[in-house]
């Protein structure tokens, strides 16, 4: 039987980019497939194939051995629960680890009240009358940022004293945030901030779709 390993079809995009780091923090063997977003290879028919949606990240498990055929996964977050699960101990605290519910806690926190509205301004700012919209959920965004203040200043990392989803999920979104947010009145995300952003496994995952 062949050892696992994942394919990643994806772009550089912060869905692609959370997966990516993920896999290298849980030092699990992925090999990187670009998907040329703006050339509409999400549109091509064998990709379509593997995600009838047309979007990415996708990931196609080999060997895992409990299934004949490779396992397909076609949503990041559910994609960085499964690592999670694969590597017991890296992503998010033990099942028997107080610090997992405050893990979760925090890795919602940022994919809901950051991630999914900058998500929908970024759709927003292309429909009529969507700039003045985006403008409110980038405010909300940043009003979470900021909020995020609290978690660095309770724990090292934002879920808890390991690195793990929480920092993979604010990594990501606050570094495309970094100009605007006002770093002297938050210390502690500074601090957290330049930790987790030359941690080498985000370096790595950060530049995975580079030519
Ligand atoms: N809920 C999906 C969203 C995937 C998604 O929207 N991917 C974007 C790039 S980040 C995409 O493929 N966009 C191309 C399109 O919608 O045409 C996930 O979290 O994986």
Redesign the pocket.
């Given at each position: 039987m062949q050892p696992v390993h994942f394919d990643l079809f994806?772009?550089r995009?912060?869905?692609?980019l959370r997966v990516a780091i993920a896999f290298e923090e849980a030092q699990l063997p992925y090999k990187v497939s670009k998907?040329d977003?703006r050339h509409?290879e999400?549109?091509a028919q064998d990709f379509l194939a593997l995600n009838p949606?047309?979007?990415?990240?996708v990931i196609v498990e080999h060997g895992s051995g409990d299934e004949q055929k490779p396992r397909v996964l076609?949503?990041?977050?559910?994609?960085l629960l499964h690592i999670a699960d694969r590597v017991p101990g890296t992503l998010l605290p033990l099942e028997s680890s107080a610090q997992r519910p405050i893990a979760y806690e925090r890795f919602f926190y940022f994919l809901t009240e950051a991630i999914g509205p900058s998500?929908a301004g970024f759709w927003l700012r292309s429909q009529e009358y969507g700039l003045a919209a985006k403008r409110e959920l980038d405010a909300r965004v940043m009003h979470a940022i900021a909020a995020a203040e609290r978690f660095a200043s309770q724990t090292e990392f934002l879920g808890g004293d390991r690195f793990g989803l929480a920092d993979i999920a604010a990594v990501t979104i606050i570094g495309t945030y970094e100009r605007e947010i006002a770093w002297p009145s938050l210390p502690a995300l500074r601090r957290w901030y330049e930790t987790a952003i030359s941690r080498p496994s985000v370096q790595r995952g950060m530049h995975a779709f580079d030519a």
């Open positions: 994806g772009a995009t912060g869905n692609c998907v977003l509409a999400h549109h949606a047309g979007k990415v990240p076609t949503q990041s977050n559910a994609i998500h």
